[in-house]
């Protein structure tokens, strides 16, 4: 006898308690963070004061999480920070949005590093996110992934010591990793 599992929705995540947890969904499936830990939120705000850099300087504008992104093929996330170009504003929407950023950027932790290495991961590959960063907080460095022929290209780690810089803004670095860990 054949099983079915129930597949999540939209409509279900949207349902969700607003309880201080994050809730995606991918591929019918929800997946539940519990709130960020310190360690976490200091690098977010380091993280956050870097890319405001950029979007001071005219590039476009940062938004930190909690934020909706509805991806294509019923994906929703909610990375812990991204980067929308000027050009492309127009996908903000009122309460979420409305497709791909132009950089997304995780703050791995033990029990997130599975997710967002994994299936968050294709999922931004997919919906051809030209930067996806993943920054590690307990290792001090950074793995950024850029896009190239829509596959991600990994490298190399960022360590202290190393610039940390993007060509959709590129006149603003950091000029040292380890100032996100301190």
Known sequence: MATTQARFT?????????????????????????????????????????????????????????????????????????????????????????????????IVSPSSRKRDLGWKLRAYEAEGIPFYWVADPQGARVLPHTLQDGRYVTGPTLRAGDQLACPLFPEVVLDDVARLFA
């Open 10 to 106: 939209e409509e279900d995540l949207a349902a969700m308690p607003d309880d201080g947890r994050r809730y995606e969904l991918y591929d019918g499936e929800i997946y539940v963070s519990p709130a960020p830990v310190p360690a976490h939120q200091l690098v977010s705000s380091e993280m956050h004061d870097f890319l405001r850099r950029a979007t001071r300087a005219g590039y476009g504008v940062v938004l930190a999480a909690p934020i909706e992104v509805k991806l294509g093929r019923g994906r929703v996330v909610q990375p812990d920070l991204i980067f929308i170009r000027r050009e492309r504003l127009a996908i903000v929407g009122e309460t979420q949005i409305v497709g791909a950023p132009d950089l997304v950027v995780e």
